[in-house]
């Protein structure tokens, strides 16, 4: 079974909503670093949002700030990104990624388009479009 599995994309209208689920199999989604990524058409890769295992904080891209909101349920070892006020230029494919032995915080890692982390899911693809 693949680590991470993202689902949840689809297509919205700009201002609408949704949420992202990542299930996680093989290790915990607590205790570890892990977060959301994406890359648009034609576009380099960027962080979204990481949860910091070596801090223990939160860190958001400036461009979902206030509207983005990224959440575990570790009974369900599933890692969340709530999206609300969406706008068309948050289309794009939305990964999930984990690093169980991260050397730098999780503010690292966003800024780094995840670059050094482990695992990765296959994405799910979100279109902001009216």
């Known amino acids: 079974q693949a680590p991470l599995v993202e689902s949840g994309g689809g297509l919205v209208q700009p201002g609408g909503s949704l949420r992202l689920s990542c299930v996680v199999s093989?290790?915990?989604?607590?205790?570890?670093?892990i977060g959301w990524f994406r890359q648009a058409p034609g576009k380099e890769r960027e962080g979204v949002a990481c949860?910091?295992?070596?801090?223990?904080?939160?860190y958001y891209a400036n461009s979902v700030q206030d509207r983005f909101t990224i959440s575990r349920d570790d009974a369900k070892n599933t890692l969340y990104l709530q999206m609300n006020m969406l706008k068309p230029e948050d289309t794009a494919t939305y990964y999930c990624a984990a690093v169980l032995h991260p050397l730098y915080s999780g503010s690292y890692y966003l800024s780094a388009a995840g670059n050094g982390m482990d695992y990765w899911g296959k994405g799910t693809l979100v279109i902001v479009s009216s």
């Open positions: 949860v910091s295992s070596i801090d223990g904080w939160t």
């Open positions: 093989g290790f915990t989604v607590d205790g570890h670093t």
